[in-house]
C-alpha cells in the first residue's frame, strides 16, 4: 500500500511538472525596449540578429497591457508570429485586427501599421524581419480612436 501510494505520488508530481512547463516562457522577456516610438513597456529579445549570411533578423517582443508601437512601416515587410496573449494590429486605412495566440500577420513592405497590446492583456510575438532593404520608418503616435478600433 505504501508502495502504491508512493508511486501515485511521485506520477502525480511528474505530470504536474511537465504541464507547468508546457506554459512556461520558450525564451527569456529580454531588455525593456527604450525608444520614442511606443506608449508603454515592451521588452525585446533578440533572438538572432541579421549577419553574412542570413539578411534577416528575428526578434521576440512582449508587450504589457495598453503598450503599442507608433504608426511604423518596413521597407522589406515583415512577419509577426503570436506566441502568446491577446493584441491588436491595424493598417493604415483598415480596421483594427484583434491577434492571438498562433495567429501570423504578414506586414506588406512599406505598408504603414501598428501593433500593441490590448488594454488588459499582454501580447508576445516574434518578429522576423529582412534587413537588406533599409530599417524601419516611423511615423506618428496611434492616436486613442485607432486604438479603441473607433473610425
Given at each position: ?5 508512493l508511486?501515485?505520488l ?28 511606443q506608449?508603454?513597456?515592451i521588452w525585446l ?20 497591457p ?18 502568446d496573449?491577446?493584441?491588436y ?20 513592405p ?6 500593441g497590446?490590448t ?9 522576423t ?12 503616435r ?10
Amino acid at each position: 500500500m505504501l508502495i502504491r501510494n508512493l508511486v501515485m505520488l511521485l506520477t502525480g508530481t511528474a505530470l504536474s511538472i511537465s504541464v507547468m512547463g508546457q506554459n512556461a516562457p520558450l525564451f527569456p522577456r529580454g531588455e525593456q525596449a527604450k525608444t520614442d516610438h511606443q506608449v508603454g513597456t515592451i521588452w525585446l529579445n533578440e533572438l538572432s540578429p541579421a549577419d553574412s549570411s542570413f539578411s534577416f533578423s528575428t526578434t521576440m517582443a512582449t508587450f504589457a497591457p495598453d503598450a503599442r508601437l507608433h504608426w511604423h512601416s518596413h521597407p522589406g515587410g515583415q512577419i509577426l508570429l503570436y506566441t502568446d496573449g491577446v493584441g491588436y494590429y491595424q493598417e493604415r486605412g483598415k480596421p483594427r485586427q484583434t491577434v492571438r495566440k498562433g495567429d501570423v500577420i504578414r506586414c506588406q513592405p512599406g505598408v504603414e501599421h501598428w501593433h500593441g497590446a490590448t488594454p488588459t492583456s499582454g501580447v508576445t510575438y516574434i518578429a522576423t524581419t529582412p534587413t537588406q532593404k533599409g530599417k524601419t520608418s516611423w511615423f506618428g503616435r496611434v492616436t486613442d480612436a485607432d486604438y479603441s478600433g473607433k473610425p
